[in-house]
């Protein structure tokens, strides 16, 4: 079994500590702003809490008919802090035993996780926006009002914006270390064989 370079074993653990970050600060944010609201209205998504103007936007999501925003509907908040401790294992497992085959596990867990959570994300989005309270105060026929998962949506009179916060850009970051390192050991066996 093929070891590492020194330098790939030195990256990877900077990328699995990296995600330690993200017990600490949020991953994920949405912003909203409005006439209403010109300072605008936001969400910060944790691993495992929501904190910002959650009440506020929830009770003008009412308005419209969708569900009142709560931790306990987001059941990933259970057992997140479980996949990225996994996730860090791998990644410091990765660098210690010195094994290319587990730099392509580590490699893939990291951009699996990432899509997952991006479909996840769409999909809680997809119900959330369009399963309806159809008795409610405003009623606009044939509307959804399904969030953006990155970037920018106009929904009625309301900006949404999301995208990642300081968690989601430290593991893109953490990401990017991981596949760079294959990179490099990929181009080292080319180099050599």
Known sequence: MKK????????????????????F???WRILMWAPQYPEGL????????????????????????????EVSMFPEFKYMIYIVAFVI???????????????WVYAIL??????????????????Y??????????????MAYQPPVIGTKQLLNFTAFSGPDVGGWI???????AIGALVMELYKSRKTA
């Open 4 to 23: 590492l370079l020194p330098l790939s074993r030195v990256i990877i653990a900077i990328s699995a500590l990296l995600m330690v970050s993200a017990y």
């Open 25 to 27: 600060v949020p991953l």
């Open 42 to 69: 936001g969400m910060k998504i944790w691993i495992n809490n929501i904190t910002g103007d959650v009440k506020i936007i929830s009770a003008l999501n009412h308005y419209i008919g969708m569900r009142h925003i």
């Open 89 to 103: 294992a791998v990644g410091l497992l990765t660098s210690i035993i010195n094994r290319r085959y587990l730099l």
């Open 110 to 127: 990291i951009v699996a996780s990432g899509i997952a959570a991006l479909v996840d994300f769409y999909l809680w989005g997809y119900d």
């Open 129 to 142: 926006g369009h399963n309806l309270d159809p008795n409610a105060a405003i009623v606009v026929p044939g």
């Open 171 to 177: 593991f893109l970051a953490a990401g990017i270390l």
